[in-house]
């Protein structure tokens, strides 16, 4: 088959989980940094598109930003890269099949959330500041976008975060289920289009836009701390519950099933090697 089943995806992205927890730091940190810078290019090129497009049309613009965004997404699972938000999903998948504990997924999920920083930050300032590219012409989207984002309450921003990675992580999740690169692009673009469209909050993403209407003078850090506390608890259960663990249960057995037949599949080879 050209595509793998949903419970070949579960099975996936459990030792997707596994392979990550067992990165080392130098790798994880690298990697964290390339998807951050990923994710908040993929952002820019949103601004630059959506702001090209005259005022009037200016729903048009932000639906064309948001088809642009995904190219954040598509580098970080096909070039490679370690994104929190996607973490979120297939670290606890490995933990719920008890593959990993409760510690190292914190691990990932620390080193990850300020390797992503990192990269967010570097493209905010070398690219969006020092270059201008979030300011001059482009400040009053960037301050529209921020401002929207950092003006939402606790509740808001951590429903918010529950609907952008139960959508983020889908992407991810169909991304396994295709073979080929093009199936994988087609797969993810949609999921990720559909969560920038509606404005839902995706904390990577906020890792670029609020410093860079920082490094204009227009927010605080202040802002963007009390908006990252939200809106990560809301990409966490968007990730690790209403994808990792609601395929996890719904697809336990067979995976159960599974590795059983692969352990006496294993012995009886061993057995028959001895005879």
């Known amino acids: 088959m050209s595509i793998n089943t949903p419970q070949q995806i579960a099975d996936i992205t459990i030792e997707a989980g596994v392979k990550k927890s067992h990165l080392p730091t130098l790798s994880v940190m690298v990697l964290g940094f390339l998807a951050g ?37 598509i580098l970080v699972i096909l070039a490679g890269g370690e994104l929190l938000t996607g973490n979120m999903m297939s670290l606890p998948t490995a933990m719920f099949a008890k593959r990993i504990t409760l510690g190292a997924v914190a691990r990932n999920w620390l080193l990850v959330t300020f390797a992503n920083l990192l ?21 009053k989207k960037t301050l529209a976008i921020a401002t929207a984002k950092v003006n939402a309450d606790f509740s808001q921003a951590f429903i ?13 999740w169909l991304s396994y289920a295709s073979k080929d690169v093009a199936g994988k692009i087609l797969a993810m673009w949609f999921p990720i289009m559909a969560f920038v469209a509606i404005g839902f909050q995706h904390v990577v993403a906020n890792m670029f836009i609020i410093p860079a209407a920082i490094f204009a003078d227009a927010l605080s850090w202040t802002q963007f701390i009390e908006n990252f506390a939200a809106v990560f608890l809301g990409n966490a259960v968007g990730g690790a519950i209403f994808v990792g663990l609601a395929y996890y249960v719904s697809y336990s057995n067979v995976l159960q099933s599974s590795l059983s037949n692969v352990s006496v599949t294993a012995a009886a080879s061993s057995e028959t090697q001895k005879m």
């Open 119 to 139: 990269g967010a930050l570097f493209v905010a300032w070398f690219f969006g500041h020092v270059l201008g590219l979030t300011e001059g012409v482009f400040l």
């Open 160 to 172: 918010s975060g529950i609907g952008c990675n139960w959508l983020v992580c889908l992407a991810v």
């Open 37 to 73: 810078a990923f994710i908040a290019l993929g952002f820019l090129l949103d601004i630059h598109v959506s702001t090209m497009i005259p005022t009037p049309w200016a729903s048009l613009g932000n639906l064309l930003g948001a088809a642009v965004f995904p190219i954040g997404l």
